[in-house]
């Protein structure tokens, strides 16, 4: 069975302070690994895929990696609108189902003036 | 802009009402999630469809039906709702193996 991880549960930075989140993950074979950014109340907002190992991808404050085990998301320099709670999902290679993801808890990150 | 639209995005009903939530979209995907989202928790599938057809998750309860009449629509059925179905209902499209684009979600309360 798939398994995502992610940590830390919560993270609370000061604006400007850069940081990283993780997520780990446990999956027979990984077709695409997956970023959300989920506001309070709305539906998650897609950021990235991730393929392959040594993978990255940057938009703007954000940048994820990917290795055989887990992904990173770092972000640098953040600012208070890049509060939000991130969710990490993977989907698997074969199978029945059509595109599956499964979602890790995710990390809420608080950024502080 | 093309999007995932859902309605309502609260509905309140009784212990025991059916209700049904709607989704639509205008990316013309194939694909079609339905998801449930308590506080505090990652999104739970409870089926999707790849055009006409369906799949249900193992550990989705008898409750929980769904229909999707063509491309651009599909209806979360819950026949008899108990305290425990309040949540947020999300719904996601998305070409096959592709990302998911989700709907702002309906939030479901059971009173």
């Known amino acids: 069975e798939d398994q995502v991880t992610q940590s830390p549960e919560a993270l609370r930075l000061q604006e400007g302070e850069s940081s990283s989140l993780n997520c780990s993950y446990t999956?027979?074979?990984?077709?695409?690994l997956f970023w959300y950014r989920q506001d309070p109340g709305k539906g998650p907002e897609f950021l990235f895929t991730?393929?392959?190992a040594g993978e990255e991808k940057e938009k703007e404050r954000l940048k994820a990696t990917l290795t055989k085990k887990e992904s990173f998301l770092h972000i640098t320099a953040p600012k208070p609108e890049d509060s939000a709670t991130y969710l990490c999902a993977v989907q698997e290679v074969g199978g029945t189902s059509y595109g599956k993801l499964t979602f890790g808890q995710g990390t809420i990150l608080t950024v502080h003036p | 802009d093309a999007m995932v639209i859902q309605n309502p995005r609260y509905q309140v009903t009784q212990f025991g009402k059916p209700v049904t939530l709607s989704c639509s979209q205008t990316?013309?995907?194939?694909?079609m999630y339905w998801y449930q989202q308590k506080s505090s928790q990652a999104p739970k599938l409870l089926f999707h469809y790849y055009d006409k057809d369906f799949n249900n998750e193992a550990d989705t309860p008898d409750n929980f039906q769904s229909r999707r009449p063509n491309t651009s629509f599909c209806f979360l059925d819950i026949r008899s709702p108990g305290l425990g179905d309040a949540a947020m209902y999300l719904c996601a499209t998305s070409r096959l193996f592709n990302e998911q684009f989700f709907g702002p979600g309906t939030r479901l309360t059971v009173l």
């Open positions: 990316l013309n995907h194939n694909v």
């Open positions: 991730l393929y392959s």
């Open positions: 999956v027979s074979g990984l077709r695409g």
